[in-house]
C-alpha cells in the first residue's frame, strides 16, 4: 500500500494522491454501511445473478463504472443480485451485502454455486470475461444454469485453451457486446455467426450534458496514460502544442514522471467516475486527445468528452473511430502517422477548424437497464 501511495505521489502529484485516498475510504464505509444491513435481512429470491470475477469498484476502470451505473438504475426495475470478489450484493428488500466473495481463484465455483442457491437464481449474467475461469462456466451450463455473457473486451480471443471460449459463445443463452466493432471482430476470429448476441451502449454515470456559452480552447488527454493508450506519444505530442496538454487520469509511473517535466504540461491526476465532463468544463477544454494504438472495444471517455461538449482527436481504429464517423465531434489520423498526425491536426483543430457535430448517441444508465431488462425477457429469464 506504502509503495502505491508513494507511486501516486511521483506520477500524479498530492492532490490525486488525496482523491485516490477519499475513494477508498469511501468504498470502505459503504461496504461496512451495506454488511451492517445484511445482519438484519435475508437474502432475496431473484431470476438472475449478476456476477463479475473481478473488483466492482469504479476506480478499477470503465467496466466497473458502467456496471455500476446501470445496476444502481436498473434495481429499481428488477431485484437484483451482483456477486463480485467481495460479496454479494443484494437491492432488496434494503441495499444490503453479506459475505459470499471469494479471496483465491480456487473458490469462485464454490461461492458462485452457494450464491446461485441462496438466492434461488436459475440464471448467471457474467458481467465481463477477464479473469473469468471458462471451465467452471461450462459446468454450469451442462448442470442447466442459464448464461448470459457481457463481452466488453477481446479476453476470449485470446484465451487459452480457445476452445473452451468457442464453446462458452455456443452455449451461451445470450451474448451482449458494447459495439458492433467488438461484435464484427468475435464473429471473424471464431468463424461463428453469433445470432444470440445483442448490442447495448455502456452506460456514463454524467446524468447530463453541460452547455457553455463559449468555445473552449483547451487541449487535454483524458484516460489512463498507459503505452496501449497512447501515453508513450504525449510527450512528442506536448512539445509540438503550441499550447498548454493538461492531463486527467493516472497510468504509468515513469511516463507521468517525464511529462510533469514538460514546461506546458498539467498533469491533474486521477478523477472519480461520472467527474470527468465537470473537469473538462472548468478548465476550459474543448479538444480531448484519445490516441489509443490498440481498437477500443466502446470508449466511455469518449461519451464523457462529448457530454462536455468537446471534440475529440482519436487514431482511425476501434470503435472509437466508428462511433466519430457515425457522429461527427471528432478527427481522425491514420495509426501509422504517430503522433505526428495526432499533432497536425491538433493544430488545425487549434486553427480554428472544427468537425461537425450530429446527435450523439450516448446511453443513460435508465437506457441500459431497459436494454438489459428487455433481453432477459427476450431470453425467458425474466417474465413477460
Known amino acids: 500500500m506504502m509503495r502505491a501511495l508513494v507511486n501516486v505521489l511521483r506520477g500524479e502529484g498530492f492532490a490525486s494522491a488525496a482523491r485516490r485516498a477519499n475513494e477508498r475510504i469511501d468504498e470502505a464505509a459503504r461496504a461496512a454501511v451495506l454488511r451492517a444491513r445484511g445482519r438484519f435481512v435475508s437474502v432475496p429470491r431473484v431470476d438472475i445473478l449478476n456476477l463479475s ?35 454479494l450484493e443484494c437491492s432488496a428488500p434494503v441495499p444490503h451485502a453479506r459475505a459470499g466473495g471469494w479471496r483465491r481463484a480456487a473458490d469462485f465455483d464454490v461461492a458462485v454455486r452457494e450464491a446461485l442457491t441462496r438466492s434461488g437464481a436459475n440464471a448467471v449474467h457474467i458481467e465481463g470475461t477477464s479473469e473469468l475461469p471458462l471451465a467452471d462456466v461450462l459446468r454450469w451450463i451442462d448442470a442447466g444454469v442459464a448464461v448470459v455473457v457481457s463481452v466488453h473486451d477481446r479476453t476470449l480471443l485470446d484465451a487459452q485453451p480457445r476452445a473452451l471460449a468457442l464453446q462458452l459463445l455456443r452455449d451461451a443463452r445470450g451474448l451482449i457486446f458494447p459495439s458492433r466493432f467488438l461484435l464484427d471482430a468475435y464473429r471473424v476470429e471464431f468463424g461463428l455467426p453469433l445470432a444470440h448476441a445483442r448490442i447495448v451502449a455502456p452506460a456514463t454515470p454524467v446524468p447530463r450534458a453541460f452547455t457553455r456559452a463559449n468555445a473552449p480552447r483547451g487541449v487535454a488527454f483524458a484516460g489512463s496514460v498507459q503505452r496501449h493508450k497512447g501515453g508513450a506519444l504525449l ?9 498548454q496538454l493538461h492531463l486527467f487520469g493516472g497510468g504509468d509511473v515513469e511516463l507521468l514522471r517525464g511529462l510533469r517535466a514538460l514546461r506546458n504540461v498539467r498533469v491533474h491526476g486521477y478523477y472519480r467516475a461520472g467527474t470527468l465532463p465537470s473537469l473538462l468544463a472548468r478548465h476550459g477544454i474543448g479538444l480531448v486527445l484519445l490516441p489509443s494504438i490498440v481498437p477500443e472495444s466502446y470508449s466511455l471517455v ?15 481504429l476501434g470503435a472509437t473511430a466508428d462511433r466519430i464517423r457515425d457522429e461527427g465531434g471528432g478527427l481522425l489520423a491514420p495509426l501509422a502517422s504517430g503522433a505526428d498526425g495526432i499533432t497536425t491536426l491538433a493544430r488545425r483543430w487549434l486553427d480554428g477548424e472544427r468537425p461537425p ?28
Open 53 to 87: 470475477a473481478t473488483s466492482v469498484a469504479p476506480r478499477t476502470g470503465g467496466v466497473a463504472v458502467q456496471l455500476r451505473a446501470r445496476l444502481d438504475t436498473e434495481r429499481a426495475l428488477r431485484p437484483v443480485a451482483l456477486l463480485h470478489p467481495g460479496g
Open 235 to 243: 510527450a512528442d505530442i506536448a512539445r509540438a502544442l503550441p499550447a
Open 302 to 316: 469518449l461519451s464523457e468528452s462529448w457530454l462536455a461538449g468537446a471534440d475529440v482527436l482519436a487514431f482511425d
Open 357 to 384: 457535430h450530429r446527435a450523439h448517441a450516448i446511453a443513460s444508465p435508465l437506457d441500459a437497464a431497459r436494454a438489459h431488462v428487455a433481453l432477459y425477457r427476450e431470453w425467458g429469464l425474466l417474465p413477460g
